[in-house]
T-cell receptor
Framework: DVKVTQSSRYLVKRTGEKVFLECVQD?????MFWYRQDPGLGLRLIYF???????EKGDIPEGYSVSREKKERFSLILESASTNQTSMYLC?????????????FGPGTRLTVT | TQLLEQSPQFLSIQEGENLTVYCNSSSIFSSLQWYRQEPGEGPVLLVT?????EVKKLKRLTFQFGDARKDSSLHITAAQTGDTGLYLCAGASGEGGSEKLVFGKGTKLTVNP
């Protein structure tokens, strides 16, 4: 089974703090994704990476950065957390290629910024 | 911009009832996935459909991909309380080898005992 793990299930941070969210997958997948999920807005793609040290902006990259130094690990960084970044953050991975393009999700990190 | 519209947004039914949720777009997708997400958890893949007109069954769940590959439906027969969750559809466009998926906003299903 594909296993995607996220470093924290719940996180509370203060406005202005630098926040790191970590995601690790154990299936040697090339592609990894970071989403945020908010009621009424659905899943929105923040960043994705298709290889080590490679990244592409998604639909809402402002206020976020990412790091992919190793194939199995994809980190999301909130440079200076703000209250409007309170959300559920989901990491996903999938292998390169194929028509189906299914993604495998981690359990999520619920981040609250106060 | 590709969009996937899901309907209904909310659905509350009694155990034993049948239901259908829909996922519609004006765009063509090379494949479409359905996920179920339970509260506080990440989405879990249920099925992928890739061929226009394809029908797949997963126990009491029946998934159909439209002939034109622009829409899909999920039918649940004799719903159970364990079917409660958020059902998401997601489409792959196939354009330029993009790895991104387009997600619908989901149908929140509550099955009451």
């Amino acid at each position: 089974d594909v296993k995607v793990t996220q470093s924290s299930r719940y996180l509370v941070k203060r406005t202005g703090e630098k926040v790191f969210l970590e995601c690790v997958q154990d299936m040697d997948h090339e592609n990894m994704f970071w989403y945020r999920q908010d009621p009424g807005l659905g899943l929105r793609l923040i960043y994705f990476s298709y290889d080590v040290k490679m990244k592409e902006k998604g639909d809402i990259p402002e206020g976020y950065s990412v790091s992919r130094e190793k194939k199995e690990r994809f980190s999301l960084i909130l440079e200076s957390a703000s209250t409007n970044q309170t959300s559920m953050y989901l990491c996903a991975s999938r292998p390169r290629g194929g028509i189906a393009r299914e993604q495998y999700f981690g359990p999520g990190t619920r981040l609250t910024v106060t | 911009t590709q969009l996937l519209e899901q309907s209904p947004q909310f659905l509350s039914i009694q155990e034993g009832e049948n239901l259908t949720v829909y996922c519609n777009s004006s765009s063509i997708f090379s494949s479409l996935q359905w996920y179920r997400q339970e509260p506080g958890e990440g989405p879990v893949l249920l099925v992928t459909v890739v061929t226009g007109g394809e029908v797949k069954k997963l126990k009491r769940l029946t998934f159909q991909f439209g002939d034109a590959r622009k829409d899909s439906s999920l039918h649940i027969t004799a719903a159970q309380t364990g079917d409660t969750g958020l059902y998401l559809c997601a489409g792959a466009s196939g354009e330029g080898g993009s790895e991104k998926l387009v997600f619908g906003k989901g149908t929140k299903l509550t099955v009451n005992p």
